[in-house]
């Protein structure tokens, strides 16, 4: 099967947004070499598999690669013509850019590397990035300036680093699936027009949670884990990866529902995962593919950040399953005392 590649799509479009793809993309191959070597040295002898020792703007423990990779997305938006500024996940304020901050058009926001708790255990990682207008053209653009709702974006994207490197890619027309092809490191285009399943009988939570749950996302679960013998009268498989680009690239392939609620263990939290970051840009390919993206009580998309390093709520996938838990959501104090795991806990067997 012959494939066009990633320059041939990005002829088609417009010409300063196709720039910031590009160079993104760029930046996406750098990381997926450096993903593949594992522990094995690379360029310059160093190796970036292992901790820095030390913690980032979120309060996570940085890894080696998650330097690497936002150092890797840096460098090729600093030499991008039309973005005058970037914000990364794992810095606490925007970055101007040093050669266009008057000039470009776009901002670009990125998660460098997702998932990157991970990196040990070989599991796939990945990158989120997205592309939204600079409200003030002419002038170096500062934190006011990125802070849009998502459906300002007019672009966003991922990269899987996985058994295959995939880059999903829109720009507001449909969701298209490049491959990177490991010999000549170009970007294969291998999949066009991807459209999410409406129906699914498969969802993705962080279990250990459960206690913490609001009602309407405990009455989702405990009914789709009773399985055919309760209300759903169907069974359902959960899966859980800890790396939201693996979760939704799971959905985009054969449909589901991926959960982060707020929950009552961080009260003062609004939610767990970034907005601007990583619950916006998803939010945006997840309704390119017919998919539905929402808080519990209102759609992802419209949220308007008060803060670069904000969090929400996540919950999006198939929209049959995100308009069900929509609906719980109206009324959360209907019934939900149906037993989540019946007669034992998900991981410790109960006494009678």
Known sequence: MNHTDLEAWLAAQQPAV?????????????????????AIAGEGGQSTHG??????????????LDVYSDECMAEALAQCSSVAGWASEELEHPTVSPNHATTGRYLAV?????????I????????????????????????AAFMQPGRRQVAAGYALYGPATVLVLSTGNGIEFFTLDPVSSNWLHTRSGVQIRTTTSEFAINASNQRFWEKPIQRYVSECVAGDTGPRARNFNMRWV??????????????GVFLYPRDTKEPRKPGRLRLMYEASPMAYLMEQAGAKAVTGTMDLLDVVPDTLHQRVPVIIGSSDEVERIIGYYVDPNENVSHQLFRHRSLFVQSHP
């Open 51 to 64: 901790a820095v020792g030390e913690v980032n703007v979120q309060g996570e423990n940085q890894q080696k």
């Open 18 to 38: 196709a720039d910031a793809l590009r160079h993104l993309a760029q930046a996406c191959v750098k990381i997926s070499r450096a993903c593949s070597r594992g």
């Open 242 to 255: 800890a790396s939201m680009v693996a979760e939704v690239h799971r959905i985009m392939t054969r449909g």
């Open 120 to 143: 040990d255990a070989n599991i796939s990682v990945g990158t989120i990035f997205s592309v939204l207008p600079h409200l003030f053209p002419g002038a170096e653009p500062t934190e």
């Open 110 to 118: 990125f998660d460098p590397l997702d998932g990157s708790s991970n």
